[in-house]
Each structure stands twice: as structure tokens, then as C-alpha cells.
């Protein structure tokens, strides 16, 4: 009898415990390893924020920005800042983007490239990858080991989840 009331009393406490730890809640960029569901490292944003992802370009060695908005399940290219045409930079937008030159750096906007994900192997010599929220720059390579490819995405995660990736802004 006595076992009955103490099961039926823990019962819906541990309901609770294991929705609590297993719901997903939290909004993030999430860095995978590689194509697998790997946690590495996550940081907190909010639907329909903009982030950036910043590097230096392996052939031309000037930096390159890209901003991205992030929708419910994608990540949105919006905008795109560099220094030169080189090897793999654009010279030139496509259909309703513009172009602009202004300080030296040229820039296309009103872009809406759309991805589920992005791929990025972390830069080990030159790149030195930076992601950029409200004007905070963080170094991807403290968080994430140099020459790791990650997929990064667009994701809720539950508490248990968040324990096991690291907050890369420490929120």
C-alpha cells in the first residue's frame, strides 16, 4: 500500500523533471561536428536576429563579413562586406541585391540566400573565424578545435542538450 502512494506520488514529479530537461526551448545557432548530431558549441539568438560570420579570406587575406538572419529552421544571407575580387568574392549582385562601394570595401545588400545549414571548417592557419551578436566578437577557434568541420544551424535545445555543448557566449 504504501508502495503504490509513493509510486503514484513520484510519478508526475518525475513527469515534470523529464519535461523540464527535455523540452526544447532555447533558440541557438548550433555547431555540429561535422554532419552528425554532435553538440559542440551553440550560441544563444533569438528568432529573426541577425549575426555575423567573419574571416579572413585564405588567397587575398583581407577580412569578409557575412550577415545572416536567422528564420524558424534557416539561416538567411543578407548581406556580404569585403575588400576584394579576388579568387571566390562575387564582383558583381544578383537580381534584386545591390552592389555599393563605399570606404574602400564593397558590399551586397538586400540578399536572401537561403540555407538550412552552413558547413565550415574552422580556419587553423589564416582564417581565424569570428561569429559577431550585438557588436561581441567570438572567436570560433576558442571553442571549437582549429580545422574542425561543423555544420552550423538554426535550432531549439532542451536543457539537457545545452549540457552537453558549450555556450559560446556564456549566457
Known amino acids: ?13 518525475l513527469s515534470i523533471i523529464a519535461f523540464v530537461l527535455f523540452f526544447p526551448f532555447k533558440q541557438v545557432i548550433a555547431f555540429y561536428y561535422e554532419d552528425t548530431n ?6 544563444p539568438i533569438q528568432e529573426e536576429k541577425t549575426f555575423q ?3 579572413t579570406h585564405s588567397i587575398h587575406l583581407t577580412d569578409v563579413v557575412e550577415t545572416y ?20 568574392m562575387p564582383a558583381n549582385a544578383e537580381g534584386n541585391e ?13 540578399m536572401n540566400r537561403r540555407f538550412s545549414f552552413i558547413d565550415l571548417r574552422i580556419g587553423q592557419v589564416r582564417a581565424n573565424h569570428k ?13 571549437i578545435k582549429a580545422g574542425t568541420w561543423v555544420r552550423i544551424k538554426p535550432t531549439k535545445l532542451n536543457i539537457w542538450q545545452q549540457l552537453k555543448g558549450v555556450d559560446i557566449d556564456g549566457s
Open 131 to 143: 561569429v559577431i551578436v550585438d557588436g561581441k566578437k567570438y572567436k570560433l577557434a576558442n571553442f
Open 1 to 13: 500500500m504504501v508502495y503504490k502512494r509513493t509510486f503514484f506520488f513520484f510519478l508526475p514529479l
Open 69 to 88: 538572419q536567422r528564420l524558424q529552421n534557416e539561416l538567411v544571407l543578407t548581406e556580404l562586406e569585403y575588400e576584394n575580387f579576388a579568387i571566390g
Open 38 to 43: 554532435q553538440l559542440l558549441a551553440y550560441l
Open 98 to 110: 545591390s552592389f555599393v562601394k563605399k570606404d574602400g570595401k564593397y558590399y551586397i545588400l538586400n
Open 53 to 55: 560570420i567573419e574571416y
